[in-house]
């Protein structure tokens, strides 16, 4: 049932953070403006390091699958909460409340895929 749990949480997250991990990563800073990406507050090298470390704990999530590598699913899922954190903060710096929903949704399953990922 945890493995089930974990598939929920981490496989829909990982493709989330693929599709944003990558954006911030490559993607212009306007357009990443246009999208109102969180990292456009940030120094550009900053952002896109944080773009990276989006796509790396993608991964991770789904190696987490395997479960002689599970540690690494829990590893991302707390990368992804403090993430999540961070950018919410960084959102109610700049009036953009309207993020706070989403970093609450993609906060508790980046949780629920931390606690599903033990061994």
Same mark, same amino acid.
């Given at each position: 049932?945890?493995?089930?749990?974990?598939?929920?949480? $981490?496989?829909?997250?990982?493709?989330?953070?693929?599709?944003?991990?990558?954006? +911030? /990563?490559? *993607?212009?800073?306007? %357009?990443?403006? $246009?999208?109102?990406?969180?990292? #456009?507050?940030?120094? *550009?090298? @900053? !952002?896109?390091?944080?773009?990276?470390?989006?796509?790396?704990?993608? *991964? $991770?999530?789904?190696? !987490?699958?395997?479960?002689?590598?599970?540690?690494?699913?829990?590893? &991302?899922?707390? $990368?992804?909460?403090?993430?999540? #954190?961070? *950018?919410? @903060?960084?959102? =109610?710096?700049? &009036?953009?409340?309207? &993020? =706070?929903? %989403?970093? !609450?949704?993609? @906060?508790?399953?980046?949780?629920?895929?931390?606690? @599903? /990922?033990? +061994?």
């Amino acid at each position: 049932m945890a493995r089930l749990g974990y598939a929920l949480a $981490a496989f829909p997250l990982a493709l989330f953070f693929v599709f944003v991990g990558g954006n +911030k /990563a490559v *993607a212009p800073l306007a %357009q990443l403006a $246009a999208h109102h990406a969180w990292t #456009i507050w940030l120094p *550009a090298w @900053l !952002g896109r390091i944080v773009g990276v470390s989006e796509l790396l704990c993608a *991964a $991770a999530l789904l190696v !987490g699958f395997r479960s002689n590598w599970r540690m690494w699913g829990r590893v &991302a899922g707390v $990368a992804l909460v403090l993430n999540q #954190i961070i *950018a919410a @903060l960084v959102h =109610l710096a700049h &009036a953009e409340t309207s &993020a =706070l929903p %989403q970093n !609450g949704v993609l @906060l508790v399953m980046a949780l629920l895929a931390a606690v @599903l /990922a033990r +061994k």
